[in-house]
């Protein structure tokens, strides 16, 4: 057999999609344990099976990570989000929608790797940002604004644009910064979702 043959199969380790998912899942499941900043590498290449330097192939830096994980749930969200808006809904619904799905996301991922998830959005250490246009909940909240406008529902002046992505930040930041207690968080973000309403001047 020849070197370049007997070199394949590591070759293929290393690189092959089924890898890149071990990875993932280990390092997702590390990042619940102990947090992205004291996640431990080592821990996740074991748990994967695979050499240490095969992370950083498949994952440059630990932000990279929750950046896979970003793409996919943003689609996926969105996806949730625009099944929602086929149905009647109001202006406020849509908000609501909104809030509710990024709550259920954080139900899922658990509290540590949530916030983790959140904070990337306003980290100094992201890799570099892309348009708001690569973003697909952005997309989605921001087209059903679009479409609330178009219908008469939000007056035509409106930027829904910016208040659209500004909704999403604020309530990106209140989710990483509220206790997790319903009694606390519920009526707070219950008041941001009326504040916002009334700030697209919704049209009743």
């Known amino acids: 057999m020849s070197k370049t043959a007997a070199s394949r199969p590591a070759s293929r380790t290393r690189n092959g999609p089924q890898t890149r998912e071990r990875l993932l899942g280990a ?4 990042f619940k344990r102990a947090g992205m900043a004291a996640a431990d590498t080592a821990a996740i290449v074991s748990a994967a099976g695979v050499a240490h330097g095969t992370f950083f192939f498949h994952f440059p830096t ?3 990570v929750l950046l896979e994980l970003e793409k996919r749930e943003e689609v996926r969200i969105a996806a949730e989000l625009n099944r929602f808006f086929k149905r009647p809904h109001s202006v406020r619904d849509t908000l609501a929608e909104t809030l509710h799905v990024l709550v259920k996301l954080e139900r899922r991922l658990g509290s540590r790797l949530f916030k983790d998830f959140l904070a990337l959005h306003f980290s100094t250490s992201r890799p570099p940002a892309e348009e708001w246009t690569h973003h697909p909940v952005i997309i989605a909240v921001i087209e059903e604004l ?11 002046e409106v930027d829904v644009m910016l208040n659209g992505m500004s909704f999403l930040a604020g309530l990106y930041a209140l989710l990483i910064t509220l206790p997790t207690a319903e009694d606390v968080r519920g009526p707070m973000l219950q008041e941001y979702l009326t504040t916002y309403t009334y700030g697209l001047r919704v049209v009743e």
């Open 27 to 30: 390092a997702l499941a590390e």
């Open 62 to 64: 630990k932000e990279h």
């Open 146 to 156: 679009q479409r609330a406008r178009d219908r008469g529902e939000i007056p035509g």
